[in-house]
T-cell receptor, first 109, second 113 residues
Framework: GENVEQHPSTLSVQEGDSAVIKCTYS??????FPWYKQELGKRPQLIID?????GEKKDQRIAVTLNKTAKHFSLHITETQPEDSAVYFC????????FGDGTTLTVKP | NAGVTQTPKFRVLKTGQSMTLLCAQD?????MYWYRQDPGMGLRLIHY???????AKGEVPDGYNVSRLKKQNFLLGLESAAPSQTSVYFC????????????FGPGTRLTVL
């Protein structure tokens, strides 16, 4: 099966700083690369995704970059705000999704 | 349009008891999934379905059974609950399988004593 690793496992930043989370995967057949945000006690919610024919996608303060050759993709959050504090999961898909173990992001006001 | 709903929201079972979790979606999606999430971990796929009448095993299928008799419903059964099945269970659906977005239900918190 697919091996998925997320780094770092915890990340603490000051409000206004940028945050970057990296996800590495093993299955070269993966062709869909989403990032989910999960607040405490809530369901995972898709915040951004990218498909394998695109190298970068941006949505306001959030961006995802993909390096298929190196088998990793990254979540970039700029101008972080306290409401960005949550657990973020990557879930590359090769037929089925495999979730990383999550990155806990804390944004200090 | 309720999206994906799950019943019940919470449940406490004793070891050996059985129960069924119900997932319903009103988006006419073909694919449905059951995941479990343990503390401090990501979601792990239990079983999934690519259409009405079909089911397939995921990453952690042991101790669970599923059925997809109607397109809009996906049931997850525990025949003989064990403490190791204490977890939060999420259902999800997607229009297709490969690159389509998954939409998650609110989750069911199950405790097995």
């Amino acid at each position: 099966g697919e091996n998925v690793e997320q780094h770092p496992s915890t990340l603490s930043v000051q409000e206004g700083d940028s945050a970057v989370i990296k996800c590495t995967y093993s299955d070269s057949a993966s062709n869909y690369f989403p990032w989910y945000k999960q607040e405490l006690g809530k369901r995972p919610q898709l915040i951004i995704d990218i498909r394998s024919n695109v190298g970068e996608k941006k949505d306001q303060r959030i961006a995802v970059t993909l390096n298929k050759t190196a088998k990793h993709f990254s979540l970039h959050i700029t101008e972080t705000q306290p409401e960005d504090s949550a657990v973020y999961f990557c879930a590359p898909r090769a037929g089925k999704s495999t979730f990383g173990d999550g990155t806990t992001l804390t944004v200090k006001p | 349009n309720a999206g994906v709903t799950q019943t019940p929201k919470f449940r406490v079972l004793k070891t050996g008891q059985s129960m069924t979790l119900l997932c319903a979606q009103d988006m006419n999606h073909e694919y449905m999934y059951w995941y479990r999430q343990d503390p401090g971990m990501g979601l792990r796929l239990i079983h999934y379905s690519v259409g009405e009448g079909t089911t397939a095993k995921g990453e952690v299928p042991d101790g669970y059974n599923v059925s997809r008799l109607k397109k809009q419903n996906f049931l997850l059964g525990l025949e003989s609950a064990a403490p190791s099945q204490t977890s939060v269970y999420f259902c999800a659906s997607s229009r297709g399988g490969d690159t389509d977005t998954q939409y998650f239900g609110p989750g069911t918190r199950l405790t097995v004593l």
